[in-house]
């Protein structure tokens, strides 16, 4: 009995042919490209053990045995990109306000915003980079150090369940665990921890900055009063504009992280029954 019409493999790796239900046709194809699960895999032609979403590699890796971000770990990259440009373009406005009057306080915030551009570029690019590698291939990484995965399941009401009102965690029936699914997919979340201290300490570092800059400039107030009207002037106009913007992005930072807290560490109580 003679097999019926369809496309099967003939011989030819990776290529299949049209079986017109009597013979061989000359009808050839590639074969059709499996999409793989997410996990950890081995990037072909590397050691690089990287975490695939099940589209995409991602700025994420197992090193010394422990999952971890890249150095510059920007996502979405087109994000990263964007910003580095909108940072480089206002130091470069600074720097040409600093030559313009020729007021050297412009010098610092042109080299810090030069800074804060390269670094979004840089990340920006380096994640873009890695869509150039090719697709997985085999069996994923299941070692301890990276589970429970997601889909491991170790009691009843498994799943997927809301953290913040933008991002979800794994939880498996016993434990949370440190994967998170936001919208430009799932993500390693296992340095989290550490990246909620840095950005709280962050917040609280702007804030002290703030109020310094406030104090310069009521002392400024003060001085331009007592007839230091020089002196007091540049420190007026320097510090409170300064200290009323690192004030409000100090309220931003610490907002901002307080919000996603349990994005970036693991609750402390299990999700509500379904």
Known sequence: MSA???WYDAGTPGHQRWWD???WTANERAVPAV??????????GTSDLRWWDGAIWTPYRVRDGRPKPDAFAIEPAATGIVLGIVFLVLAAMQLFTRMMSGNDAFALTTILMAAAGAVWLIGGITTKGLRRLPAPHGAPFADVAVRPLPGDAEGPGAGWYPVTGQAGRWWTGTRWSWYVGMKIGVRPGHFGPRGY???????WIIAAIAVLALVVGALGIGLASAGEEVLGGV???LGIPFGLIFAG????VLLLTRSRRYAMVLPEVPPPVR
């Not at 201290?197 to 917040?203: E, R």
Request: proline fraction near 10%; aromatic fraction near 16%; charged fraction near 0%.
């Open 4 to 6: 019926p019409a369809g």
């Open 21 to 23: 239900g009597f013979q």
């Open 35 to 44: 999409a793989l699960p997410m996990g950890w895999y081995t990037v072909p």
């Open 197 to 203: 201290l840095i950005s709280m300490i962050a917040g």
């Open 235 to 237: 420190l007026a106009f």
């Open 249 to 252: 992005l100090a309220v931003f």
